[in-house]
């Protein structure tokens, strides 16, 4: 492109706005916004709104969303009530997108910082009534930590995440060479084994957003549901399940510390 094609020549609108990444969008917006963006329903998530009912509403809570992505779900917080809304992204071009779903949408309620969200909450003294991390902990190199420092940051939480299971995954040839290696580890005292996910293509895509490298590391169901629980988050429901995904099995859970040991 010449610098002269970066001009908008046409009335402004938020159309432009959205146009500026013209073909990245993953996000559909709302029905009522006319807006022609991406195709999948973050704006009117089934899985976040199952949370914030689980949650008993997010009233006048402060929240940290982690990996906002294009702030479809900031959107739903900030319309049921929130205080406030502190969400950390570290793709620099989704942290641009959340910032124009911001102005597009008049979010009033939500702070965007971008940058690691493993190294906001290792830096961060920060208690929030929520955290929201969907579609983050997949892509993490060490997801233990990451639930570690949520459980620092909040007791409650909800997380959508992809997990391992290998009779499901190597039975699916487009997914199964992605993972090459699998290693025992451990943090902070849990043990687990750590399936090794690499990206490969998927990085020449400009509208890419997964993890800050090359690979992560993925765990089994069990692995993730245990390691909630060795630091502190007990309370578990898990909805929205579904072993034929075509990235991986998945499924949503809320987890909570009991509420008799909630600070």
């Known amino acids: 492109m010449e610098v002269l094609d970066y001009y908008i020549k046409s009335a402004p609108s938020s159309q432009?706005?959205?146009d500026i990444f013209k073909g990245e969008w993953a996000s559909m917006f709302p029905g009522s916004a006319a807006l022609a963006a991406g195709i999948v329903p973050?704006?009117?998530?089934?899985r976040v709104a199952w949370a914030i009912e689980k949650f008993n509403g997010v009233e006048s809570k402060h929240i940290v969303e982690l990996g906002p992505l294009e702030a479809g779900h900031t959107y739903m917080l900030e319309k049921h009530g929130a205080a406030s809304i502190t969400a950390v992204e570290a793709n620099s071009r989704a942290y641009l997108k959340c910032l124009i779903v911001k102005e597009v949408m008049g979010l009033q309620k939500a702070h965007f910082l971008c940058g690691d969200c493993v190294e906001?909450?290792?830096?961060?003294?920060n208690k929030f009534d929520v955290c929201l991390a969907s579609g983050i902990l997949y892509h993490m190199a060490n997801p233990v930590e990451l639930i570690s420092l949520i459980a620092k940051a909040s007791d409650q939480v909800f997380i959508w995440t992809h997990y391992y299971d290998g009779a499901i995954i190597h039975a699916q040839p487009h997914i199964?060479?992605?993972f090459p290696a699998q290693v025992a580890t451990e943090h902070e005292g849990f043990k687990y084994t750590a399936y090794r996910q690499e990206y490969q293509v998927a990085l020449?895509?400009?509208g890419f957003c997964g993890g800050s490298s090359?690979?992560?590391?993925?765990?089994n169901r069990e692995d993730i549901l245990s390691c909630l629980k060795y630091?502190?988050?007990?309370e578990i429901e898990i909805n929205f399940e579904q072993l034929d995904h075509p990235n991986g099995p998945c499924f949503a859970?809320?987890?909570m510390r009991p509420r008799t040991l909630q600070s």
């Open 42 to 46: 973050l704006f009117e998530d089934n």
């Open 16 to 18: 432009n706005a959205l």
């Open 204 to 206: 020449d895509y400009a």
């Open 231 to 234: 630091f502190g988050l007990t």
């Open 214 to 219: 090359a690979f992560s590391h993925w765990m």
């Open 253 to 255: 859970l809320v987890a």
């Open 120 to 125: 906001y909450l290792r830096s961060s003294h």
């Open 176 to 178: 199964s060479p992605k």
